[in-house]
């Protein structure tokens, strides 16, 4: 088993695509454990709000299985096949850290986004905050403790059963 974390991201149908990804995920992963879910602004384009959050879980699978059982997901719950970068989502699955799996192919390990997005760091942060990400010898706390736009995150009260 190996503990990976699994961003989660919609802004389309936001509760019924975020309920739908954590059911997702605990058919395929053990012990998971979610993150506040926060409301944030769109970035790069203009649009909804999007609801994120960070999942942490242990699976069976490799890092190549999990990164196709992630794009099936997010396909079968409505995602373009030709989305870009920077538009609507129904559902995004991003792996940001696979154990201590180091990627410069895609999927690209450990996900710069760490080092970007608040949306990313924040929820690592309350998940994991002494964790080494991998290949350096920053921990998840120092990273946010560098973050900036943080102030910027709604946290979303949970809506659903974690059962």
Known sequence: MITTYVGIGS??????????????????????????IY??????FDSHAFYNLVVEMKTELSLAELALTLRDIELR???DSQAKKFQDRTLDLDIILFGDTISATAPVLPRPDIYHYPFVI??????????????TQDTIQH????????????P????????
């Open 122 to 135: 924040q929820p690592l942060y309350e998940l994991c905050p002494e964790r080494c990400i991998p290949g």
């Open 11 to 36: 802004n389309l149908q936001r509760h019924q695509h975020i309920e739908a990804a954590v059911g997702e995920l605990r058919r395929i992963g053990r012990d998971l454990r979610l993150s506040t």
């Open 77 to 79: 719950w409505g995602r």
């Open 39 to 44: 409301e944030c602004e769109s970035v790069g």
């Open 143 to 154: 990273v946010w403790q560098q973050a900036q736009g943080l102030e910027a995150l709604k």
């Open 156 to 163: 979303v009260e949970l809506w659903f059963a974690l059962n």
